[in-house]
Structure formats: C-alpha cells, structure tokens
C-alpha cells in the first residue's frame, strides 16, 4: 500500500488505464477518511452536488422530484451512493456505480441502515466508466456529482458510454471543479486566489510514488472542452449551472471555502440531453 503522504506531485501526460488503475487505487486507501470528514456534509440519503451545497431537491437538474418515479438512473462515481439513496426514495429505480470497491462498501453499509431499502437496497456496481457493463438504452437518466469526471484522462470515451446506455431523450448531468480553479492555488485562504498556472496548460497533475508509478491523476480541460467533448459525444446542451457560496455555507472542503466561494465558481454543472 502506497502512502500518500510521500507521493511526489509532477505535471505529466498519464493514459486512460493508467490514470483508471492510479485513481482506483486512491480512491480505496482514502475512502474511509472521505467518509469520515464529509460523511455529515453529504448526509446518508442526500442528493448533493458540489462542495457549495447544492441540493438536487431544491434544484431539480434531473427534472420534478415527482417525475423521478419509476425511471432507471444511473449514478457515476457514486461514492457511498448517498445520492442513490436519495433517488430510490423517490421511487425512482438507481444504480450506483463506482471504480472503487472500499467506496461501494461504504455505500453497502449505509444501505443496510435506511429503513425500506432490504439488505442490499439497489445494485451498486464495481466498474470503469469507460466501459460501461450495461446494454444500449438501460436508463432515462445518468448523473454525477462532485466531479469524477476529471479523474478521466479520455472523457469523451465516458460520454459515449453514457450516451450508449441513456435512453432516447434521457438526461445526462454531471459537476466538475471549475476550469478556471485549474489556474489557482488549491488552498482555501487568501493564497487561493493566486494565479498560479496558465488556464490553458493542459498538462495532468500526477502524484508518484518513490518508484515513479502514478498513484493519482487528474486532468484539466477548458471550458470550451468540455462543451465540444459533449458535443462531439451527441449530447445536447441544455444548461450550465456555476452554484454561488450560500451564506449558510460556512464549511472548508479542501479549495473550497466562503472567502473563495464567494469571489470565484468553485464547480460548474453540466445538464445533457440525448436526442
């Protein structure tokens, strides 16, 4: 097992399986920390966006909470699939997918405390999203929150496997750190507002361990990326949501903080449509 703590930061292209293989892995050695520190924040049967707070509930980017009953949904990088949770009490039918098995242990355990939900709740499935282990037109709807996206060195192959399994007219909405933090120092204070790269460098930031093998990766697009790469995928735009800090938001999660929050969009939300 790798400690983080000695893993040395650098700026390097890394691969598609290499960066799936790295984030894996990082995922299941720090999962029980994440769980821990943000546990509270994202609630057991919460549906939660971002670090700003935004509720599914109160924002309806999926569509009318009333209107979820009965629709197959599935949830990317689902963590404990606390916003599973929070779907199959609205009747709707989710399935929580994740790269990492310590992450889906946690979401096993927490179903097994929710009132209605049986032993086992709904599927929760070990998986790349590259490579999706389900037929064409499985779900009405896909989602994503608090970005696993940019863990992805090829996301517009993630697209194309969303659009695959997402039924004529289904919704696929996902966040993502916002590109402009790309360029900051990630620290919540005032050093947070310093430009430290240029927006445009593309370059992954990898962590390595003392034999040079990734243990972390993470890869930046522009803006304007992420529109072509939804595009070219054959999704619509139909909305892109920048959530502003609310003034009951007083929590620091990693770069996101009230002083930032309420300068700079700390996350962007991107509502698709397959036509």
Known sequence: ??????????????????????????WDRNADEYQNDHGDFLGDARFVWCPEGLDEADAGL??????????????????????SRWL???????????????????????????????????????????????????????????????????????????????????????SLTHPVRWSLADEPGPEGLAVLASYFDRTPYVEEDAAGRTVYAEHHRTMGDRVREIVGAGFRLVD????????????????????????LPGTAIFVCRRD
């Open 1 to 26: 097992m790798t400690d983080d703590e000695d893993a040395e930061a650098v700026r390097r292209q890394a691969g598609g399986r290499e960066s799936s293989r790295a984030n894996r892995g990082w």
């Open 62 to 83: 999926l569509g009318p909470a009333a209107e979820l009953r009965g629709l197959d949904v599935l949830e990317i990088g689902a963590g404990a699939a606390q916003c």
């Open 88 to 174: 199959a009490a609205q009747g709707a039918r989710p399935v929580a997918l994740d790269v990492s098995h310590r992450q889906l242990q946690h979401a096993l355990r927490l179903n097994q405390g929710v009132p209605g939900l049986g032993d086992e709740g709904f599927p929760l499935v070990e998986a790349d999203a590259r490579a999706l282990p389900f037929a064409d037109g499985s779900f009405d709807l896909a989602c994503s929150a608090f970005g696993a996206i940019p863990f992805v060195a090829d996301p517009e192959r993630v697209f194309r496997e969303v659009r695959r399994v997402l039924r004529p007219g289904g919704r696929w909405v996902f």
């Open 240 to 263: 892109l949501v920048e959530p502003e800090w609310p003034e009951w938001n007083q929590n620091v999660w990693g770069g996101w903080s009230p002083l930032r929050g309420r300068l």
